[in-house]
């Protein structure tokens, strides 16, 4: 069992994957022609090395020729491995009935799925460049994209997705990556950005055990409170009231604080729905006005004509009500607190700007850190998101 579960993880060639499963869909967004041939060569080098049968299907900007050479380039004594590779143009795979028709893609990667195996490959390992979609074909794109990821899981495959950047909006990356097993950005920063998502893979599983430790500390923290809470309603101790009411604020105050973290730490179903920034805003002014008016402070809300977007609602109003709050809590009598919404080119700006002294400079780089906090009372957990 051991050696077949070796045997079933496949090297990526990509620096910070490492090794993946048979039955591996993934997706990456590239800036460049050459950040889109160094990935798929290095990705195509690991195949033909470890006896997988490899299909480039490339499009504009990259020609056959140049797909050719990269590998040449790439992948030492090359032309030994031409009967293990198969380059060919998206109109000759993806469009090869005239129009695009996701069944029968679907089905031609079956075929070759089983081709592989019959001579005597290890696998399948595509990549599919996605450059020739437009508007025309990306719907019924995405819905081949979702049956890929779930047919795939059952096949002796791996698939790697190349997306260019520039011409993904937000819906079009929110499409691509709901329909992928892994993500990763493939330019300049993107090193910088996937190694990052590597720590947060380790810090998640760091996190779900550290919240198991949070309920097992809660348990006894509960039990001394109720003592404390017993021993002070004993007339003999009531001189010791002054310590036990402190000895309670503070485990009360413990127990936020593993109450907040257990929120972070918990899974949530989100709910992604289409929703106007300005009416959630409107809906929550009378809120925030509240607050502000029993402190003597005013709340101005300005908002322009913006498009839809995709937000959990209660998240958005929860970020919206916590950064008010903030606002208002550094600012004295009289401070005004100015939210704003606009469009900048395609993205919906909401700016919640406050009349208080500001972050100290030299905690500005410190931003973001667990319970880093300017608060009295604050614990530096922020909200998750």
């Not at 081949?144 to 899981?153: F, P, Q």
């Not at 892994?182 to 550290?210: P, T, W």
């Not at 958005?316 to 208002?328: A, D, H, K, T, W």
């Not at 005004?336 to 993205?347: A, G, K, Q, R």
Request: proline share 3%.
């Amino acid at each position: 069992m051991q050696t077949e579960m070796f045997t079933n993880l496949r090297k990526v060639g990509i620096s910070f994957i490492n090794y993946i499963p048979w039955g591996t869909h993934i997706c990456s967004f590239y800036e460049t022609k050459k950040d889109l041939i160094d990935l798929s060569s290095t990705y195509f080098k690991a195949g033909l090395e470890n006896n997988e049968f490899c299909m480039w299907i490339i499009s504009e900007p990259v020609s056959t020729i140049e797909a050719f050479e990269a590998l040449k380039t790439t992948i030492p004594n090359f032309e030994t491995y031409l009967p293990q590779i198969e380059i060919i143009t998206h109109s000759e795979w993806y469009l090869k009935y005239g129009n695009f028709q996701c069944d029968k893609v679907l089905e031609g990667w079956i075929t070759k799925v089983n081709h592989a195996l019959s001579q005597g490959y290890e696998g399948l390992r595509i990549c599919g460049c996605t450059t020739w979609l437009n508007k025309r074909y990306w719907k019924s794109f995405v819905d081949y994209e979702a049956a890929v990821e779930r047919k795939i899981t059952q096949l002796k495959m791996i698939a790697l997705c190349p997306y260019q950047l520039d011409k993904c909006g937000m819906h079009e990356i929110l499409d691509v990556v709901t329909n992928h097993q892994f993500s990763f950005i493939c330019s300049k920063y993107g090193s910088e950005h996937n190694n990052s998502m590597a720590k947060i893979d380790r810090l998640n599983l760091m996190g779900q055990m550290a919240a198991g430790i949070a309920h097992e500390i809660r348990n006894p923290m509960t039990s001394v409170k109720g003592f404390i809470q017993l021993l002070q309603g004993k007339k003999d101790l009531a001189v010791y009231n002054d310590y036990f009411n402190i000895m309670i604020d503070e485990l009360d105050r413990a127990n936020g604080i593993i109450t907040e973290y257990l929120s972070m730490a918990r899974d949530k179903d989100k709910i992604i729905q289409p929703q106007n920034l300005n009416s959630i805003l409107n809906s929550l002014l009378p809120l925030i006005q509240a607050n502000a008016l029993k402190e003597d402070k005013n709340v101005l809300l300005d908002t322009g004509e913006i498009r839809d977007i995709l937000v959990d609602p209660k998240d958005i109003r929860q970020v919206v009500l916590n950064i008010s709050r903030n606002g208002l809590e550094s600012m004295g009598k009289g401070g005004v607190l100015e939210i704003t919404t606009h469009m900048e080119h395609s993205y919906v700006i909401l700016k919640v700007k406050d009349s208080g002294l500001g972050i100290p400079e030299d905690l500005i780089e410190k931003l973001g850190t667990p319970f880093l906090t300017t608060k009295e009372n604050g614990t530096g957990l922020g909200l998750e998101m």
